[in-house]
T-cell receptor
């Protein structure tokens, strides 16, 4: 089966510019996550969708970050305006559940988008 | 809130055995999982424990003690390709089924 697709793979922007990332999860996966991974750290959950609804965005800096999941499939994450500290890899992941076999036990990750803000 | 603690770095010799520990504090704990991430790559799932005990998958085993809020990943017959970062992650079930990651352990294998 096809994995999680993300684009672009790399992006360099100047601070205060805007940027958008795209994610196509594995077909049939109800849950979609966006994680931010700063070099040398673990992935930090920014926002989680179940189908096309947000179920958790407690760690999302809402003054500059936004995300949507159209029709419960593809998702976009936007940063506007970007700051230097937003330099990181943005990982999209998807899971089958919950509801089909219980809580989410395994997340499948895309290759990520490496963002550099200069 | 939640917290996960694991060693930042571990070094081992090729062919040896290494154990990476993880302690956690979280509400709504459902299970503990482990992921491997090579430099520049995506995290990939290794194992999941919802019940106490040891789960074995080839050279890798994972253990969970819910009463101690503790788990570990055991890697046997280490190979150079096992050099990577390893993350423990909790599945937290409250209003949503979230997967929260620790800060990771960088495993270096020496010949």
């Amino acid at each position: 089966e096809a994995g999680v697709a993300q684009s672009p793979r790399y992006k360099i922007i100047e601070k205060r510019q805007s940027v958008a990332f795209w994610c196509n999860p594995i077909s049939g996966h109800a849950t979609l996550y966006w994680y931010q991974q700063i070099l040398g750290q673990g992935p930090k959950l920014l926002i989680q969708f179940q189908n096309n609804g947000v179920v958790d965005d407690s760690q999302l800096p809402k003054d500059r970050f936004s995300a949507e999941r159209l029709k419960g499939v593809d998702s976009t994450l936007k940063i506007q305006p970007a700051k230097l500290e937003d330099s990181a890899v943005y990982l999209c992941a998807s899971s089958l559940g919950p509801g089909q076999g219980g809580p989410n036990t395994e997340a499948f990750f895309g290759q990520g988008t490496r963002l550099t803000v200069v | 809130g939640q917290s996960l603690e694991q060693p930042s770095e571990v070094t081992a010799v090729e062919g040896a055995i290494v154990q990476i520990n993880c302690t956690y504090q979280t509400s709504g704990f459902y299970g503990l999982s482990w992921y491997q991430q090579h430099d520049g790559g995506a995290p990939t799932f290794l194992s999941y424990n919802a019940l106490d005990g040891l789960e074995e998958t080839g050279r890798f085993s994972s253990f969970l003690s819910r009463s101690d809020s503790y788990g570990y990943l055991l890697l046997q017959e280490l190979q150079m390709k096992d050099s990577a970062s390893y993350f423990c992650a909790v599945t937290q079930y409250s209003s949503a089924s979230k997967i929260i990651f620790g800060s990771g352990t960088r495993l270096s294998i020496r010949p």
